[in-house]
T-cell receptor, first 111, second 114 residues
Framework: DAKTTQPNSMESNEEEPVHLPCNHS???????IHWYRQLPSQGPEYVIH?????VNNRMASLAIAEDRKSSTLILHRATLRDAAVYYC????????????WGAGTKLIIKP | DTAVSQTPKYLVTQMGNDKSIKCEQN?????MYWYKQDSKKFLKIMFS???????INETVPNRFSPKSPDKAHLNLHINSLELGDSAVYFC?????????????FGPGTRLTVL
């Protein structure tokens, strides 16, 4: 079972920042936080990952709470092409670091 | 260039048939995976191979048999297909098994069993 909790859906306006929250209260010291997204009728796509510190890449930023029990994926300027299901995944040592997928957050972008 | 490719893209077949789905990656990765995404859109790991050796084998009926002829290929053979096997099957690859390694996914194969 997935060890993360995300809202079922979120809406945002085009060209505005989007903050997608994720709770992972059972996280332990060696567990990694990964984000993937799945655009309609496509395979999942890696977005970003982190362990303890905040991370930035060309797609997004990942803000990790100090206690690591939650994180937020930040899309700085959402476009219509960012409409997708976003999955927050805890890669746990006790699950052999597998990707265990939940239902994700469906992000709707309004023009 | 396609990084992870799967064939066929669509597969429609009758119950009881045997079918195969092929996956190839041109990324030079050591680790490959098969996932199943059911009608409720949940993705579940089925198998993982690292350097052609099976390392993850989730609770999957033994009608499903993966085969890795080399590091660049991971095929999935399914015997005696059942209605419940209808799903989208995704192949993925990663450079290795470290938890920081990102996985690259193929476009999926939509299997419909009639």
């Amino acid at each position: 079972d997935a060890k993360t909790t995300q809202p079922n859906s979120m809406e945002s306006n085009e060209e505005e920042p989007v903050h997608l929250p994720c709770n992972h209260s059972t996280i332990s010291g060696t567990d990694y936080i990964h984000w993937y997204r799945q655009l309609p009728s496509q395979g999942p796509e890696y977005v970003i990952h982190g362990l303890t510190s905040n991370v930035n890449n060309r797609m997004a930023s990942l803000a990790i709470a100090e206690d690591r029990k939650s994180s937020t994926l930040i899309l700085h300027r959402a476009t219509l092409r960012d409409a997708a299901v976003y999955y927050c995944i805890l890669r746990e040592s006790k699950s052999n670091y597998q990707l265990i997928w939940g239902a994700g957050t469906k992000l709707i972008i309004k023009p | 260039d396609t990084a992870v490719s799967q064939t066929p893209k669509y597969l429609v077949t009758q119950m009881g048939n045997d079918k195969s789905i092929k996956c190839e990656q041109n990324l030079g990765h050591d680790t490959m995976y098969w996932y199943k995404q059911d009608s409720k859109k949940f993705l579940k790991i089925m198998f993982s191979y690292n350097n052609k050796e099976l390392i993850i084998n989730e609770t999957v009926p033994n009608r499903f048999s993966p085969k890795s002829p080399d590091k660049a290929h991971l095929n999935l053979h399914i015997n005696s297909l059942e209605l419940g096997d209808s799903a989208v099957y995704f192949c993925a690859s990663s450079i290795g098994t470290h938890p920081s390694n990102e996985q690259f996914f193929g476009p999926g194969t939509r299997l419909t069993v009639l």
